[in-house]
Structures are given as structure tokens and as C-alpha cells.
């Protein structure tokens, strides 16, 4: 007798199913994260402007807008209360935390968490 091997076809259905449903999560979460690296890349842009520590945060927040623009980055995503410049001593650091809703199958929806803070006077970022 000859040993087989192989897949069953319900064992394969199975299969298609698990990659099935990475795969969907995948396309549903891909764009999101390309959005938050538009966001961290303006950020960065930003950062390099010079004088960029002693604006106001409206203008700030103007030069942001401009910036995810070219990005791509939906403004609407992101509330203006969600963009904050801290001033302590003579560093300055510009925060922006905002969530995403993304509908995912029927009734289940993903929550994506998102918090940058670069510093604006110095040259590192965490």
C-alpha cells in the first residue's frame, strides 16, 4: 500500500477560511496605519522647519493641515483638540493621539490606538 499525503478538501476549506479572514483584517487595517505614517511624517517635516518651537499651536496646527495634505492624511480624523504643544523650560513638544474606527464583520468593529510626541527643539523623537 502507497502512503498518501495532502490535504483533506475540508482541511483546505479550513484553511481558506483562517487566510481569509487575516487577509480581510489585513485590508482593512493597512490603510489606517498608511494614514498614521503620514501622520508621523509631516510630524517629522514639521520638526525640521526652523523657528518651529516658538509658534502658536494654531499655527502649528495650520502648518499640520498643510503638510497632511500632501500626505494624504484626513484632516477630519484627527480633532484640533487631539494636537497639543507642550512648552516646558526651553524644550517644546508637539503631541497628537487620536483613535480610529474601523467597521470590520456585521457588529465587530476594530479600535486603533494612535500617540506620537515629537520634540521640536531637540533632535530626538520617542
Same mark, same amino acid.
Request: no cysteine; glycine share 12%.
Given at each position: 500500500?502507497?502512503?498518501?499525503? +495532502? $490535504?483533506?478538501?475540508?482541511?483546505?476549506?479550513?484553511?481558506l477560511v483562517v487566510l481569509g479572514f487575516f487577509a480581510y483584517a489585513g485590508m482593512k487595517l493597512v490603510p489606517v496605519?498608511?494614514?498614521?505614517?503620514?501622520v508621523v511624517k509631516?510630524?517629522?517635516?514639521?520638526?525640521?522647519?526652523?523657528?518651529?518651537?516658538e509658534k502658536s499651536v494654531e499655527e502649528i496646527r495650520h502648518m499640520?493641515?498643510?503638510?497632511?495634505?500632501?500626505?494624504y492624511v484626513d484632516d477630519a480624523a484627527i480633532?484640533?483638540?487631539? $494636537?497639543?504643544?507642550?512648552?516646558? +523650560? +526651553?524644550?517644546?513638544?508637539l503631541r497628537i493621539?487620536?483613535?480610529?474606527? $474601523?467597521?470590520f464583520i456585521y457588529n465587530v468593529d476594530l479600535l486603533v490606538s494612535f500617540d506620537k510626541t515629537v520634540d521640536l527643539t531637540g533632535q530626538s523623537s520617542y
Open positions: 500500500m502507497v502512503k498518501q499525503r +495532502g $490535504i483533506t478538501l475540508i482541511g483546505f476549506a479550513i484553511l496605519y498608511s494614514e498614521y505614517m503620514g509631516s510630524m517629522n517635516l514639521l520638526k525640521a522647519e526652523q523657528g518651529i518651537g499640520l493641515n498643510v503638510k497632511f495634505d500632501t500626505q480633532p484640533p483638540q487631539n $494636537i497639543q504643544l507642550r512648552k516646558q +523650560g +526651553g524644550a517644546t513638544s493621539f487620536y483613535d480610529r474606527r $474601523i467597521d
